[in-house]
T-cell receptor, first 113, second 114 residues
């Protein structure tokens, strides 16, 4: 059972435009959510996170939105840059401590010049 | 962000031999480390959780006698793939968590068993 789902395996966006990556989850016990960026043959790099007590968290070009009632979160990147091309994973955990993360399948984002 | 170093970044070994992968947190103390495996074009699959000084907790379906995990200090965890077979070929990634909520990942290790 896939508790965290990223239904779009790939996304192409023009440079300068907004990239929106989506993620859905089924486990209502999840209360902490993270986004990671991954290049081929490298480990994931932490981008941004959000606690369930918030519905938005912003860090520079990256904003994560959380809709608890819909069990949905999204990552907005604006403006998109060529260096943003990578695979993006959303992850969820129960609690913010050293809890195991459950990852989505990933979305490959390609930024076109 | 915090730095997690994983070594080696790639290794080729003969079938039947054992391979050890190291994961070090360089600038923080990692009370918990996680080991993941990633299959091609797939998500990260959690293999086990290790806490410093105690036995690792393995996820369902992961053979603990095949994937030996040791977390002897707050900065080092090792994963040993014993009696490796070609089906063990994969990308293995560790992550470490200290007192911050987010986990930091190593660079990953590409294991090829021939």
């Amino acid at each position: 059972d896939q508790q965290v789902k990223q239904n779009s395996p790939s996304l192409s966006v023009q440079e300068g435009r907004i990239s929106i990556l989506n993620c859905d989850y089924t486990n209502s016990m999840f209360d902490y959510f993270l986004w990671y960026k991954k290049y081929p043959a490298e480990g994931p790099t932490f981008l941004i996170s959000i606690s369930s007590i918030k519905d938005k968290n912003e860090d520079g070009r990256f904003t994560v939105f959380l809709n608890k009632s819909a069990k949905h979160l999204s990552l907005h990147i604006v403006p998109s840059q060529p260096g943003d091309s990578a695979v993006y994973f959303c992850a969820a955990s129960e609690g913010q401590g050293a809890q195991k993360l459950v990852f989505g399948q990933g979305t490959r984002l390609t930024i076109n010049p | 962000g915090a730095v997690v170093s994983q070594h080696p970044s790639w290794v080729i070994c003969k079938s039947g031999t054992s391979v050890k992968i190291e994961c070090r947190s360089l600038d923080f103390q990692a009370t918990t480390m996680f080991w993941y495996r990633q299959f091609p074009k797939k998500s990260l699959m959690l293999m086990a959780t290790s806490n410093e000084g105690s036995k690792a907790t393995y996820e369902q379906g992961v053979e603990k006698d095949k994937f030996l995990i040791n977390h002897a200090s707050l900065t080092l965890s090792t994963l040993t793939v014993t009696s490796a077979h070609p089906e063990d070929s994969s990308f293995y990634i560790c992550s470490a968590q200290g007192d911050r909520a987010e986990a930091f990942f190593g660079q990953g290790t590409r294991l090829t068993v021939v």
